[in-house]
């Protein structure tokens, strides 16, 4: 049995369903969240319905007065609901001002339903008005915390995938690998690269790893560090290193904030460095007599 606070509401969802379906949508339009760019009428008009189907489920289920709960399992439905199409819409650019705007745009269709049915009783009207406005907001609330969730995880995500593709091992010969580091290097993203070229290391028996920092914009003490412990954990993994694109200037910069390289090669470009890398792994590059 729907709680009697609840009894107009429900005879609306009911009873005007697809008129509400429509409407919705239409206020959408109006608003200019609707992103047909984004999604079809149809895919729209399946999202609408799915919503307030579970919508008038938790209406008739739930307690809707001062005991109202968002978290209640009478509502379980419509929070998977909210969760799958805010989800959805994240994955397509809709903004969190357009996913708001989206599910609070169903108040109007309501208010002006419960208008028509309740004219002649004021009170009741704004007794409505209020507890559609409570539903709805909070609706709205929950999506957004779904949004900035599925955000935050969209954006790790990213981060994670630039990280691998911004540390990339290279076998550039038999045994001998290169680790060409571009830009920044922090100590979230030092922890990445080392752990990715150990494990390179190690499926592909390499001798020799060639670290280039010719795209490194900055050396300062930090990086210096990074660099000297990948270092390290390479010759423990029975490989040497050398790091290679140490240019005048970064050398300058390192022997004024006193950094040791200590047993450390290092070379000035990787032409001078795969030439030494392919030394000791028992290679040597010749000119042909015939160029």
Not at 52 to 72: C, H, I, P
Not at 264 to 270: A, C, K, M, N, Y
Request: with cysteine.
């Amino acid at each position: 049995m729907p709680h009697s606070s609840t009894v107009n509401i429900l005879h609306i969802l009911e009873t005007d369903f697809s008129m509400i379906v429509e409407e919705w949508l239409g206020t959408q339009v109006h608003e200019g969240v609707k992103r047909s760019d984004l999604f079809s009428d149809a895919e729209s008009r399946a999202q609408n319905a799915e919503l307030l189907k579970s919508f008038a489920k938790g209406v008739r289920n739930a307690a809707v007065d001062g005991d109202f709960d968002l978290e209640d399992a009478a509502w379980e439905d419509l929070r998977a609901v909210l969760a799958d199409v805010t989800k959805e819409r994240v994955k397509r650019g809709v903004t969190p001002t357009e996913m708001a705007t989206f599910v609070l745009a169903l108040k109007a269709p309501l208010f002006g339903r419960l208008e028509a049915r309740l004219n002649d009783d004021p009170a009741s009207l704004i007794r409505e008005v209020l507890l559609v406005t409570r539903l709805v907001d909070a609706f709205a609330i929950y999506t957004n915390e779904v949004f900035i969730a599925e955000r935050e995880q969209v954006i790790e995500r990213q981060r994670e995938e630039m990280l691998e593709l911004s540390t990339p091992v290279v076998e550039l010969w038999d045994r001998v690998l290169t680790l060409p580091l571009i830009g920044t290097l922090d100590s979230a993203r030092a922890q990445e690269v080392m752990e990715n070229l150990l494990q390179t290391i190690l499926e592909r028996q390499a001798e020799v790893v060639i670290v280039d920092i010719t795209g490194v914009s900055t050396v300062d003490t930090q990086v210096a560090q990074h660099l000297l412990r990948a270092a390290a954990a390479v010759r423990l993994m029975g490989a040497e290193c050398i790091i290679s694109g140490i240019s005048p200037m970064i050398a300058q910069t390192m022997v004024q904030l006193g950094i040791d390289v200590g047993t450390v090669s290092t070379r000035s470009s990787i032409r001078t460095a795969l030439a030494d890398a392919l030394k000791t792994v028992g290679y040597s590059i010749q000119k042909n007599r015939d160029s």
